[in-house]
């Protein structure tokens, strides 16, 4: 199923002219959308959509997961936080749907499908009723209806953006599909998975969790912008998107890791009298990272407000002198890894295992490189 691109449309010819003369804008948008595309791609598919609707997020948010705009829309697919609701996005203290690149990209071609449904099969229709609503786009059919105008997209009375919205999909759509023949130099998106989506069960403490995978925490952060805090949520399991290098080192450490050890803080609930800087020098930690774990722009709390402090987690233990340690009955990598602030990864490697189930009690197992 394709859209119809009318190439020499004035709006259309404006906006692939603009795309022309800003290659540095195209480069960077491939960029963003590396890690995203492919599995907008598959959800297109699944669902026989228009697969033109995959460049969508560079006309919302140029592809950035965390875009804010002035209107109040998030993320990717630039969804309100009502229409966001309305096809099954959850918002609470520890976590916003629209930012979530799985969940927002389901909703988002929900909401399409349905306006596709509402303009009896018209895409362009649909297309522009995603930028300024079903209503205003149904308002502007019904007027030309009765003066005995076209009802079509381009003969439509809409505000200037939505006029321009759907060219520019049209034209970045036709610049891809030909760029030699308008001599832009795009970077290729590869044709395959670029994350994974790895479900965990319970709250976890998303730096713990990059840290045993060996991943950069920010690039864990950068691909799960939807969680407010440095954790997921204590009352719903988490789908997290995970680079498929790390993947599998994230899955075992996910998977057996003990409830308790998940946590690299508590929670405290703020009395009278209390202020980040109280609250940081009784557990020990400093204002900043206070702030940083409950996601807070400045130095106000309110009293009965839960704040997640940063403790230092019991299990952690000194390396042993020589690096080595003796596995016991019960345990498991992913706590062993916790336990001396390892990765998975690294443990694997020093091991020369294949993989978790290699482990057994009574195996000398190094947990250090660095020591002796």
């Known amino acids: 199923m394709e859209l119809d691109i009318p190439l020499d449309h004035p709006r259309v010819v404006a906006q692939r002219n603009w795309y022309l003369k800003h290659p540095a804008y195209m480069r960077s948008v491939s960029e963003r959308a590396r890690p995203f595309l492919y599995l907008i791609k598959e959800e297109i598919e699944k669902r026989n959509m228009p697969m033109e609707l995959v460049l969508l997020p560079v006309i919302e948010s ?98 200037k953006e939505t006029q321009n919205y759907v060219p520019k999909l ?73 680079p498929v290098n790390h993947a599998q080192s994230f899955e075992l450490a996910m998977a057996d890791l003990p409830q308790q050890d998940r946590k690299e803080y508590q929670r405290y609930q703020v009395r009278g009298g209390d202020s980040l800087g109280v609250i940081a020098s009784r557990y020990g930690t400093s204002v900043s990272a206070l702030r940083q774990a409950n996601n807070l722009r400045g130095n106000t709390i309110r009293v009965g407000q839960t704040l997640m402090v940063p403790t230092a987690v019991s299990s952690r233990q000194p390396v042993p002198s020589d690096g080595v340690y003796l596995v016991q009955a019960g345990d498991s990598l992913s706590a062993i890894a916790s336990r001396f602030s390892v990765s998975i990864t690294d443990l694997l490697r020093w091991n020369q295992l294949a993989d978790k189930h290699s482990l057994r009690a009574g195996q000398r197992l190094i947990v250090s490189v660095n020591s002796g």
């Open 62 to 159: 140029t592809f950035d997961p965390k875009a804010y705009s002035r209107g109040h829309a998030a993320g990717l697919w630039q969804m309100l936080q009502g229409t966001g609701k309305n096809f099954g996005l959850h918002y609470d203290s520890w976590y916003d749907g629209r930012y979530d690149v799985i969940a927002s990209t389901n909703a988002a071609l929900d909401y399409l499908e349905y306006l596709h449904g509402f303009f009896d099969g018209n895409w362009m229709h649909a297309l522009a009723a995603y930028n300024s609503g079903e209503g205003r786009v149904q308002r502007a059919v019904k007027a030309n209806r009765r003066q005995g105008k076209s009802t079509d997209y381009w003969a439509l009375s809409l505000p």
């Open 170 to 242: 049209l034209a970045l759509v036709d610049i891809l599909k030909h760029p030699t023949h308008y001599g832009m130099d795009v970077p290729e998106v590869p044709n395959r998975p670029q994350v994974v989506v790895i479900a965990v069960e319970g709250q976890v403490d998303l730096n713990m969790a990059a840290d045993l995978a060996g991943m950069n925490r920010s690039q864990l952060k950068q691909l799960n912008p939807a969680f407010k805090r440095t954790a997921t949520s204590p009352a719903r399991n988490a789908k997290l998107l995970v």
